[in-house]
């Protein structure tokens, strides 16, 4: 019977498989990596954040699509409470770590992976069941669309948590890997395997529906009187969709080559040298996405917009109206519905478009 080492320190598995873990990253060089990591963090969170908060806030995007987007932008804030941890548990830190502790480090990046990319392939079926109906947005319930999202989530938990529940190689050192040096071989390459198998399903479906897409908005184009912009409305989400999985595509790709090579122990494919550089275009994932939905979506960008200004002009009129004496504030309550009622009709209130939201 092989025998197990769950009370081993990362450095016993890290010195057998010869992996490096960055001792080198010390001084000005690990201060140069940890701001760079905070600040890609922090944007990812408070894009992504603006992202949630643009599709409750706005009623346009009260539809299943977009509280697909939105989820999928929860995946995207999810990886940058991962990299977070990851960040201060990686370099040298790595050989003092505890199996448990490793297992979580890896388990979060692994979920917000699975989510990211079970999310699309939900997108694809929801823009399928409207594009075949030629809708721009499907009929999905609201608890059917949280149900969805639900199970989302679960999934990635569990694909997260598959090796913790028993698929390492604690028990059979022989087969770890070098890149994760207490994952079983077999695991890393049914991990990546399955993942680019996913990937070109989803790429040659996203096509397949765009083609259709575009087919029919030609077709229809020339005997519907209908407005030039609501005739495009498909063809811009699928291209929204699109650029979003691109994205995906080509920041996670390189990597899971990277994890394939390994979990068939190429011992020449130099994989320890690329492995950092792959990381980081992951990372770049989750930064990329908040700024193709606002390129890409004019009315995500109005929303997010609308509400960075509202937020500035909030804390600007509360420091403004800290310096009003309480007289001149009495004496101006019988006009300011005039003012308020000028602001609307000029659009020089930031709520305007919400207005005009609630009203439609």
């Known amino acids: 019977?092989?025998?197990?080492?769950?009370?081993?320190?990362?450095?016993?598995?890290?010195?057998?498989?010869?992996?490096?873990?960055?001792?080198?990253?010390?001084?000005?060089?690990?201060?140069?990596?940890?701001?760079f990591g905070t600040f890609f963090c922090l944007f990812i969170f408070i894009s992504n954040s603006l992202v949630i908060a643009a599709v409750v806030k706005n009623r346009r995007f009260h539809f299943?699509?977009?509280?697909?987007?939105?989820?999928l932008a929860a995946a995207d804030f999810f990886a940058g409470i991962a990299y977070?941890?990851?960040?201060?548990?990686?370099?040298?830190?790595?050989?003092?770590?505890?199996?448990?502790r490793w297992f979580l480090r890896q388990g979060l990046l692994d979920t917000s992976l699975?989510?990211?990319?079970?999310?699309?392939?939900?997108?694809?079926?929801?823009?399928?069941?409207?594009?075949?109906?030629?809708?721009?947005?499907?009929?999905?319930?609201?608890?059917?669309?949280?149900?969805?999202?639900?199970?989302?989530w679960a999934i990635a938990i569990f694909m997260g948590a598959v090796p913790t529940l028993g698929w390492n190689c604690?028990?059979?050192?022989?087969?770890?890997?070098?890149?994760?040096?207490i994952y079983s071989r077999s695991y890393?390459?049914?991990?990546?395997?399955?993942?680019?198998?996913?990937?070109?399903?989803?790429?040659?479906?996203?096509?397949?529906?765009?083609?259709?897409v575009q087919r029919k908005t030609n077709v229809l184009s020339s005997h519907t009187s209908g407005s030039i912009s609501r005739r495009r409305t498909p063809v811009k989400l699928m291209k929204t969709v699109m650029t979003?999985?691109?994205?995906?595509?080509?920041?996670?790709?390189?990597?899971?080559?990277?994890?394939?090579?390994?979990?068939?122990?190429?011992?020449?494919?130099?994989?320890?040298n690329v492995k950092r550089w792959f990381l980081l275009l992951a990372l770049l994932n989750s930064v990329m996405n908040p700024i193709i939905y606002s390129y890409k979506d004019d009315e995500m960008?109005?929303?997010?917009?609308?509400?960075?200004?509202?937020?500035s002009e909030d804390k600007s009129q509360e420091r403004r109206s800290s310096r009003i004496p309480s007289t001149v504030l009495c004496r101006s309550t019988d006009i300011s519905g005039h003012y308020i009622e000028d602001g609307i009709i000029q659009g020089t209130i930031c709520g305007k478009g919400d207005l005009e939201t609630s009203e439609s």
Not at 4 to 31: S, V
Not at 247 to 257: M, S
Request: include cysteine; hydrophobic fraction near 50%; proline fraction near 3%.
């Open 244 to 272: 979003v999985l691109g994205a995906f595509v080509v920041c996670w790709t390189p990597g899971l080559v990277v994890l394939l090579l390994d979990g068939l122990n190429c011992a020449d494919c130099g994989i320890q």
């Open 64 to 71: 299943p699509f977009y509280y697909l987007l939105a989820n």
């Open 170 to 181: 604690l028990c059979d050192i022989t087969v770890c890997s070098s890149l994760a040096p």
């Open 301 to 311: 960008w109005a929303t997010m917009k609308r509400m960075i200004c509202c937020s």
């Open 188 to 212: 890393l390459v049914f991990w990546s395997v399955l993942n680019l198998v996913v990937f070109f399903i989803m790429v040659v479906v996203y096509i397949r529906i765009y083609m259709y």
């Open 84 to 100: 977070v941890f990851l960040m201060f548990n990686t370099g040298p830190v790595s050989k003092t770590l505890t199996v448990n």
């Open 114 to 152: 699975t989510a990211s990319l079970v999310n699309l392939l939900v997108i694809a079926v929801e823009r399928h069941m409207s594009i075949m109906r030629m809708k721009i947005h499907s009929n999905l319930t609201k608890k059917r669309v949280t149900f969805l999202i639900i199970s989302i």
């Open 1 to 35: 019977m092989n025998e197990c080492y769950y009370d081993k320190r990362m450095d016993f598995f890290y010195n057998r498989t010869k992996a490096d873990t960055a001792d080198e990253w010390t001084g000005p060089q690990l201060i140069g990596v940890l701001c």
